[in-house]
């Protein structure tokens, strides 16, 4: 079982930056990607961008050149550094990780860019 803890959300005005963190832990497990996702209201959840383990990443072309994901393989932990933040960014990012067997998500946290 894979627990995941996210932080660093909150309100930015456009044009802002923010950095997103997610730890992982439990026991028994390895991790072949994390990454982030995120939910507007209304709208269906997608992908932003995501680490494998060997180093690859997938970026939404929406963020393309203002998003950046990390990942800090011994401390289980992905980063996302989000810069030239603008309202549509506007939503809950939730963290993910899969494993062999499985696919786990964390409980979100919300990012609004609003002046």
């Known amino acids: 079982q894979v627990q995941l803890v996210e932080s660093g959300g909150g309100l930015v005005q456009p044009g802002g930056s923010l950095r997103l963190s997610c730890a992982a832990s439990?026991?028994?497990?390895?991790?072949?990607?994390m990454g982030w996702y995120r939910q507007a209201p209304g709208k269906q959840r997608e992908l932003v961008a995501r680490m494998h383990s060997g180093g690859s990443t997938n970026t939404a072309d929406s963020v393309k050149g203002r998003f950046t994901v990390s990942r800090d393989i011994v401390k289980n932990t992905v980063y996302l550094q989000m810069n030239s933040l603008k309202p549509e960014d506007t939503a809950v990012y939730y963290c993910n990780a899969d494993t062999l067997v499985n696919h786990y998500w964390g409980q979100g946290t919300q990012v609004t860019v609003s002046s």
């Open positions: 439990g026991s028994g497990f390895t991790i072949l990607a």
